[in-house]
């Protein structure tokens, strides 16, 4: 089977695009949302002979794919090839291919043979699979070189990310390396510990500040999830701690710092608002009811050391991110897949909801705008009802979604946090960031699900 895809790219000269292949962090970036991947081995680098091995899952099945680089000419072309893995034969043809009148034209060349068994893809099938993959690639591809460019004249960063593992921290800590940026991980496992890497410990109090020095920024994600389990006091309290207290931490010791980092961007949420309605809440709204705004601006409240010691501090109200690779829509497509999705109590409260990579590129323009300080809405400019939501992802899925949960329900399964994370709402308006000129790729709730999705038939 051979099968080409093109995508022109008028704006960026074949170098730089091919520089962004070559750099940390581009094949995940191309790795798609609801590819269920594990990166097993990768070698720096797409040079001659750099291998990769990938654990791919499909369903109840998994199998391992190592691939192997070669032909690498820069700014031209290389290749990737099956050493084993589940094809009878793969060959990834890359070329970058000057257009008149400058830029570039990304041509993806495929040449594969599919076994007679033990696949469980039949060629159509696979040939499908392709197109989503290839159109989702363009498309990331597209906007991360754009995003990139507005900040080409600006100084590359040295970031250092809490909760680099998670799907916002992992977004970003790719998005960052293939602009050319450098990432520094604080990580709470010692054996984790690397030369991109720092010890840090919320529980204890410890942190190693003289491996923050270098860093321009500290963008702080960490926290544990508020959707696991029942919320019994211990758990509450666990939720609340796991904010605070890292927060603080990381605020204490910035302030401490001569010529440590400048900017501090640490994650609130939405949640701030408590239970609003059909209120459209602005960053200058007042906080609302509830044991998450209650927590929300404690957790706010921790960062004022830093402030107090002239670091400038943004502090994200963040909406549901986008993505199926984890979080809210991550634990919610099974159901809806299965046609048993439905709009939860009356449908009318109000999701706030912003797309993953809106998201990453939103927290480098808050680095990098010096007027992004204080609390700021970190949603899209287009908050949708539950029932829209509801109604949206059927669709995008090709499911019904007729089988509503009634609130009764959602309180006797989930409690408190069934209450005010699935009933409450919010209509947010991410004033701030559109007045200093951020523009999103993702303003609408379809068209983010069909990008996260690859559901763009």
């Known amino acids: 089977m051979h099968l080409t895809y093109r995508a022109d790219l008028p704006k960026h000269a074949p170098e730089s695009v091919f520089a962004w ?11 798609p949302p609801w590819a269920r991947v594990d990166f097993e081995h990768q070698d720096d680098g797409i040079r001659e002979g750099a291998r990769v091995v990938l654990r791919v899952h499909e369903g109840p099945i998994s199998f391992r794919w190592e691939l192997r680089h070669r032909d690498y000419d820069p700014g031209r072309l290389f290749r990737d090839e099956q050493v084993t893995g589940p094809l009878k034969s793969w060959t990834h043809t890359h070329r970058f291919l000057p257009l008149e009148g400058g830029g570039c034209a990304v041509e993806d060349d495929i040449e594969l043979e599919v076994p007679v068994l033990g696949l469980p893809l039949t060629p159509t099938l ?46 970003l800590s790719h998005f960052l390396t293939t602009g050319g940026h450098r990432v520094i991980r604080l990580v709470r496992d010692r054996r984790r510990l690397a030369a991109d890497a720092v010890y840090w410990n919320p529980a204890t109090g410890e942190i190693d500040a003289a491996g923050l020095e270098s860093a321009d920024a500290v963008v702080h994600l960490a926290g544990s999830s508020i959707a696991g389990g029942r919320w019994t006091e211990a758990r509450k309290k666990s939720i609340h701690d796991s904010r605070t207290k890292g927060t603080e931490l990381i605020a204490r010791t910035l302030a401490t710092m001569r010529d440590g980092p400048r900017v501090l961007v640490s994650m609130s949420g939405v949640n701030y608002y408590g239970n609003r309605g059909a209120e459209r809440l602005t960053e ?109 992802l059927g669709r995008v899925l090709g499911r019904p979604t007729v089988i509503p949960v009634p609130a009764f329900a959602v309180k ?19 004033q701030k960031v559109l007045r200093s000129g951020f523009s999103f790729d993702c303003e609408g709730i379809e068209d983010s699900l069909r990008f996260q999705l690859g559901r763009n038939e």
């Open 412 to 430: 006797a399964v989930f409690g408190q946090l069934g209450e005010e994370a699935l009933l409450w709402g919010q209509r947010v308006i991410p």
């Open 126 to 171: 696979l040939r499908r699979e392709l197109d989503r993959l290839f159109a989702f690639r363009h498309r990331r591809l597209a906007a991360d070189l754009a995003r990139h460019a507005r900040n080409a004249r600006r100084p590359r960063l040295t970031v250092a990310i809490t909760g680099a593992s998670g799907l916002i921290g992992t977004g």
């Open 284 to 392: 200058d709204a007042k906080p609302g009811g509830g044991f998450l705004a209650q927590v929300t601006r404690a957790w706010e409240t921790a960062t004022g050391p830093a402030d107090r010691a002239g670091i400038r501090v943004a502090c994200l109200r963040a909406g549901v991110a986008i993505s199926p690779a984890g979080g809210a829509l991550g634990q919610m497509l099974l159901p809806f897949k299965l046609g048993v999705g439905g709009r939860l109590g009356s449908g009318r409260q109000y999701f706030s909801w912003i797309d993953l990579d809106d998201l990453v590129a939103l927290i480098v323009h808050v680095i990098y705008d010096e007027s992004m300080r204080g609390p700021v809405n970190a949603t899209a400019p287009n908050a949708v009802t539950n029932a829209t939501f509801t109604d949206v």
């Open 21 to 31: 292949h070559e750099r940390t962090g581009s094949l995940q970036r191309l790795t």
